[in-house]
Structures are given as structure tokens and as C-alpha cells.
């Protein structure tokens, strides 16, 4: 139980162009979904915590117009990477919080290994 | 102001042997900490966690000690295998209280390899 996907697993775009990841929750509901970027060697940055039906909260330091989540059920969120540049170049990893539980518990997806040219 | 401090970065380890990788916490509104094992590519899975009212726990070879008054909590692997070659996360949340919402504080990880 209490598995998360995510798609693509991977993937190349062009700089300038957007992007949307989608991490969905299998087997249980989740209020509430974290988004994470992972860069090599490094620990993992959380961007932004994503609960249904309202506006993401962001980390000092993301920029909401450029890493747009949306959480419109609860078992999926998408984060969407707008006008990518190589910087922006990373593995993006979401988690999900079971529902209905006062657990601090999250599981984690696959992740997504975005490369921007 | 990193608030979950882990050492060592790195660590090499006998098959066999005690694998032992230690964090530090500043915020003591912490009350959950989990452990994560991430292999190369692959996103971060819960391995083992404990909260305050304990200070130990134990689940298969994988243990967590945890100390309150030092703010210190620990990972132990027993009889390390090179199947647990992997990078290992502490993790520190304070649940919901506050507004938290349940984030997670990382450390910043042990690339633990274990020698056949």
C-alpha cells in the first residue's frame, strides 16, 4: 500500500517551453502533497506543499508563476514548469501525506528527471 | 539555518558490519523522525521513523536510537549487506501544529557503501 507515481519519468524539452509533471497517489487519498527538486549529491529542497482544493504554499525563494501546482482532487497534483531554461534542469520529487490520519508519514513518488536544452 | 544536521557525508562499511549515521536537531517542536533510503534515480523511501516517547526502535536489522535531551537521533544498520549501498536522509516534522502542515526538515544525506 500507500504508493505514489509520478509521470513522465523523465524528461527533455526545449528551453522556453512548459512542462507539467503529474504525481498521483494509487491507493489512498492525500489532502495533502509536497513537491520537492533534487539536484545531484544534494538533499532534497522542498518547493512548495500542495493541499485539495486550495492554492499551494511556496518555499522563500520558489517562484509560484514559475512552478505552477495545482491539487484538484485528491489523488493527484501536477506541477507545471513554465518557460523552462537549463536551470531549471533538475529531479523533481512529490510525496503525499495519507489523508484522514494525524501522521506525519509521507511517501514519496519515483521522482522526474526534468532536463531543459 | 539548516535545522537537521547529519554526519558523516559518506561512509564505507564491511558486509557484515554496523552501519551508524547520526543527526542533530535544533527546533524542539520536532516530534517525528523518519529515516529515507534513496537509491540513484529513484525517489526516497521510508525505511524506519520514531517519535519522542521512545528511544528506540527497532525493525528488522534497521534500528533508530533517539536521545531528547541531546537532540540527537541515529540510524543503525546491522549486518550491512551491499544491497543497502544507497544514500540515507534524516528527517525531522513537527506535524501540524503551527501551520506546519507536516513539512518534512531533511538532513543532507550519507552515501553509505558497504564492501562485498
Same mark, same amino acid.
Given at each position: 500500500?500507500a &504508493? &505514489?507515481?509520478?509521470? *513522465?519519468s523523465w524528461v527533455i524539452?526545449k528551453?522556453?517551453t +512548459?512542462?507539467k509533471?503529474?504525481c498521483?497517489?494509487? =491507493?489512498f ?6 513537491w520537492?527538486?533534487?539536484f *545531484? ?7 512548495? %506543499?500542495?493541499n485539495?482544493g486550495s492554492?499551494a504554499?511556496y518555499e522563500?525563494?520558489?517562484?509560484k !508563476?514559475?512552478?505552477?501546482i495545482?491539487h484538484?482532487?485528491l489523488?493527484l +497534483?501536477?506541477?507545471t &514548469? %513554465?518557460?523552462?531554461?537549463p536551470? =531549471? +534542469? +533538475?529531479?523533481y520529487i512529490?510525496s503525499?501525506?495519507v489523508?484522514?490520519?494525524s501522521? !506525519? %508519514?509521507?511517501?514519496?513518488g *519515483?521522482?522526474?528527471?526534468? %532536463? &531543459?536544452? | /539555518? /539548516? /535545522?537537521?544536521?547529519?554526519s $558523516?557525508?559518506s561512509?564505507?562499511?564491511q558486509?557484515g558490519g ?10 524542539t517542536? @520536532?516530534d517525528?523522525f ?6 540513484p534515480?529513484k525517489?526516497?523511501a521510508?525505511?524506519i521513523?520514531?517519535? $519522542? ?6 525493525e528488522g536489522?534497521f534500528t533508530?536510537s533517539?536521545?531528547?535531551?541531546a ?9 550491512? /549487506?551491499?544491497?543497502?549501498?544507497? #544514500?540515507? @536522509? ?14 518534512? #526538515?531533511?538532513?543532507?544525506? #550519507? ?6
Open positions: 500500500g &504508493v &505514489v507515481s509520478q509521470h *513522465p524539452c528551453s522556453g +512548459s512542462v509533471i503529474e498521483r497517489s494509487l =491507493d487519498q492525500a489532502t495533502t502533497m509536497f520537492y527538486r533534487q *545531484p549529491k544534494q538533499s532534497l529542497m522542498l518547493m512548495a %506543499t500542495s485539495e492554492k504554499t522563500q525563494g520558489v517562484e !508563476d514559475k512552478f505552477l495545482n484538484a482532487s489523488t +497534483s501536477t506541477l &514548469v %513554465t518557460s523552462a531554461h536551470e =531549471d +534542469s +533538475s529531479f512529490c503525499a501525506r489523508s484522514g490520519r501522521t !506525519d %508519514t509521507q511517501y514519496f *519515483p521522482g522526474t528527471r526534468l %532536463t &531543459v536544452l | /539555518q /539548516q /535545522q537537521v544536521k547529519q $558523516p557525508q561512509l564505507i562499511v558486509k554496523i552501519s551508524i549515521i547520526n543527526c542533530a536537531y535544533e527546533n517542536a @520536532f517525528y523518519p529515516w529515507y533510503q534513496q537509491f534515480g525517489g526516497p521510508l525505511l521513523a520514531i517519535r $519522542p516517547d521512545v528511544s528506540e526502535k527497532k536489522r533508530i533517539f536521545n531528547k535531551s537532540k540527537q537521533f541515529s540510524l543503525h544498520i546491522m549486518d550491512s /549487506q551491499p544491497g543497502d549501498s544507497a #544514500t540515507y @536522509f534524516c528527517a525531522a516534522s513537527m506535524g501540524g501544529s503551527g501551520g506546519s502542515n507536516y513539512k518534512l #526538515t531533511f538532513g543532507k544525506g #550519507t552515501l553509505l557503501t558497504v564492501n562485498p
